[in-house]
């Protein structure tokens, strides 16, 4: 089945300093990628939706400005935490959506990032 | 490797009761999470499970077994709005989620 990866699958930083968390397809192209992020036991919460070559649509209170996202290929899509502050630890999931055939539409969900801002 | 098996899809009656099973084997484990996605929308958590058992939360339940790499979500007196995509995700050594392929299940009138 399709596998989605993300790079790295955790990373501690101090205040300030900027993360960049990859989000790769590994057998498939995604035209959309999403990025969520989930506190403990919570659902996943919808952060923006990548698509590729284009900006990305970022959900309410979500900001653009803070959260970078470039999809630049089919099957590469980050997240860059800018100036992270300890607010910003989380666990940052991303997902990619696979149009199979064009028939059947399957979105994959990465293992996830742990993020811890100190 | 690394595998979280549940079945593609199933389909049930409006007011009956339904089980989705889940079996995984992965290195390690730290818990496992049920989530229902409505088509276009977030995962929304279920169920968290990390010792053997039951786990009843109002018309689903959540079962799960260690020994036997299984857990299963019952859910009661299905309603329409039942109808969606039922994830199953294992918690590894890493605490990296792995996830199932998800079940999409079809509640007919």
């Known amino acids: 089945g399709a596998v989605v990866s993300q790079h790295p699958s955790r990373v501690i930083c101090k205040s300030g300093t900027s993360v960049k968390i990859e989000c790769r397809s590994l057998?498939?192209?995604?035209?959309?990628m999403f990025w969520y992020r989930q506190f403990p036991k919570q659902s996943l919460m919808l952060m923006a939706t990548?698509?590729?070559?284009?900006?990305?649509?970022?959900e309410q209170g979500v900001e653009k400005d803070k959260f970078l996202i470039n999809h630049a290929s089919l099957t590469l899509s980050t997240l860059t935490v800018t100036s992270a502050h300890p607010e910003d630890s989380s666990f940052y999931i991303c997902?990619?959506?696979?149009?199979?055939?064009?028939?059947?539409?399957?979105?994959?969900f990465g293992p996830g990032t742990r993020l811890l801002v100190l | 490797g690394q595998n979280i098996d549940q079945p593609t899809e199933m389909t049930a009656t409006e007011g009956a009761i339904v089980q989705i099973n889940c079996t995984y084997q992965?290195?390690?484990?730290?818990?496992l999470f049920w989530y229902q996605q409505h088509a276009g929308e977030a995962p929304t958590f279920l169920s968290y499970?990390?010792l053997d058992g039951l786990e009843e939360k109002g018309r689903f339940s959540s079962f799960l077994s260690r020994s036997k790499g299984y857990s299963y979500l019952l859910l009661k007196e299905l309603q329409m709005k039942d109808s969606a995509s039922y994830l199953c995700?294992?918690?590894?050594?890493?605490?990296?989620?792995?996830w199932g392929a998800g079940t999409k299940l079809i509640i007919k009138p």
């Open positions: 057998d498939f192209q995604a035209t959309t």
């Open positions: 995700a294992v918690m590894d050594s890493n605490y990296q989620l792995i």
């Open positions: 990548s698509n590729e070559g284009s900006k990305a649509t970022y």
């Open positions: 997902s990619a959506r696979d149009l199979e055939g064009g028939v059947r539409e399957t979105q994959y």
């Open positions: 992965t290195s390690g484990f730290n818990g």
């Open positions: 499970n990390v």
